[in-house]
């Protein structure tokens, strides 16, 4: 039998998946909501559905690649990475964010950001980085990090960031102010084209009853 493979990031959004995927009829064991689990396939309450917890900055990959079928994902990543082999047809109206340029406060005292015309930028982000700054006439130099971004002015390797903000407090926390805003962000089921068309009916089936749960 052909199982159908679902991936769902660990981390921050982990519990909001649960509250969606424990009241399905394919609901995973419930040590996928484990962040501290060392396991990455799961078995689940239907024999043809099988999940796996990725890196959330991955989950979009492995849905690309087919190596899962569907996935979850935030529209950070699928906007970062833009592969033509996964669409989302789905919101899930979880993981509400958003990515937003911060600057150090003591720059924001000396400058401007309507100023700004060569910089250097700290993300992870650097499509994202670059398609807003070059709507803005600013050429900008990336600066590729996986994470502590918030690091990376306070030891000048830079000035400004590229990150995903919630509430603003680690922002805060390290001299940094929100300059502006790029996109809002939640969570989004996503499916691979090819997988699709192949097994049309489980998926939609699938799509289905996660949108009664919502």
Known sequence: ??????????????????????????????????????????????KNVEFIKVRAFDACTFVAFGAAHLGIAGDDVIKEFNYSEVYAPLELNIGHCRISVAALKSLLKKEEPE??????????YPQITKDYFSKKGIQVEIIKLNGSMELAPSLKMCRRIVDLV?????????????????????????????????????????ISEIEDNL
Not at 27 to 36: I, S, T
Not at 115 to 124: F, G, Q
């Open 115 to 124: 100023t700004w015309s060569n910089i250097r930028v700290a993300t992870k």
């Open 166 to 206: 919630s509430t603003g407090k680690t922002l805060k926390v390290n001299g940094l102010k929100e300059v502006d805003e790029i996109m809002k962000i939640q969570s989004k089921l996503i499916v691979n084209r090819s997988a699709y068309k192949t097994k049309m009916n489980e998926i939609k089936k699938i």
């Open 1 to 46: 039998m052909n199982k159908i493979i679902i991936a769902v990031p660990r981390g921050r959004i982990i519990k909001e998946c649960r509250s969606i995927l424990s009241k399905t009829t394919f609901a995973p064991e419930p040590l996928l909501f484990d962040n501290n689990t060392r396991k990455l396939r799961f078995k689940s309450k239907k």
